[in-house]
């Protein structure tokens, strides 16, 4: 079963990323028609579209989407040039108010926002890959404390050691394993906020490095309850 803060955070970011894309076909559209003209003299050449962002709910929690394309108002500008078709009775030709320079920028701005959403995503299916093996590892934690039971009568171990042994193990990696999954959903939530606005990136790349470290800990620790395991498995009883 997915984690419902790990799934509300990845819709979260995949929301974002279609309004990103919204974006940055209203910004090619715009550059497109840069430099056009109107069809009839003296008339109003293209105008500048501008993308509208709104709030929307989605499963657990609140995404974004591109409600719609609102006109700028901004003025357009004319050129003196009595030529051409498209020039008024005073020899002017209205210009769309369209500014490339601008237009570069959102589009630069719009795929940073695209490729960040998408890191998200990424990062999120990372750590749900690594909570599978943290359930791995639990599973081969209890294989290695039935394993130490069923030698525990063996000469030279007692009982009594063996599960001393396999307890203290046991806690060791319990709290491994909260601390991930904590650091984990608290990464997910960093990440959510982030794409809503209500987090710094500072702040996401810090709770994710903090999972990253504690999941690397957890693994670890699965890699020598293996070992153990394996290694007891191969004793002759």
Do not use: H
């Amino acid at each position: 079963m997915a984690d419902p803060v790990s799934s509300s955070a990845q819709s979260i970011a995949i929301s974002a990323l279609r309004a990103q894309q919204a974006r940055m076909r209203i910004i090619a559209e715009n550059l497109a028609n840069s430099n056009s003209t109107s069809r009839t003299a003296g008339g109003d050449p293209y105008r500048r579209q501008a993308p509208v962002f709104q709030a929307t709910k989605i499963a657990g929690g609140t995404g974004v989407k591109m409600s719609r394309a609102a006109p700028d108002p901004t003025p357009f500008q004319s050129d003196y040039d009595p030529g051409n078709p498209s020039a008024d009775a005073q020899g002017y030709v209205k210009k769309p108010n369209v500014d490339p320079l601008v237009e570069a920028m959102d589009m630069r701005d719009a795929q940073r926002a695209y490729e960040a959403n998408l890191n998200v995503i990424e990062t999120i299916r990372a750590m749900d890959s690594r909570t599978l093996d943290l359930m791995t590892a639990r599973a081969a934690a209890k294989a290695y404390a039935t394993a130490q039971k069923a030698i525990a009568v063996e000469p030279g171990l007692g009982g009594a050691q063996a599960a001393s042994a396999g307890g203290s193990f046991g806690d060791i990696l319990k709290s491994a394993m909260t601390d991930a999954m904590k650091a984990s959903k608290n990464a997910e939530t960093q990440m959510a906020n982030q794409v809503q606005g209500k987090a710094q990136l500072v702040d996401v790349v810090t709770a994710v490095s903090s999972a990253q470290s504690s999941l690397e800990t957890v693994m670890a620790i699965r890699d020598q309850v293996i070992g153990a395991y394996q290694e007891i498995m191969r004793m002759p009883i």
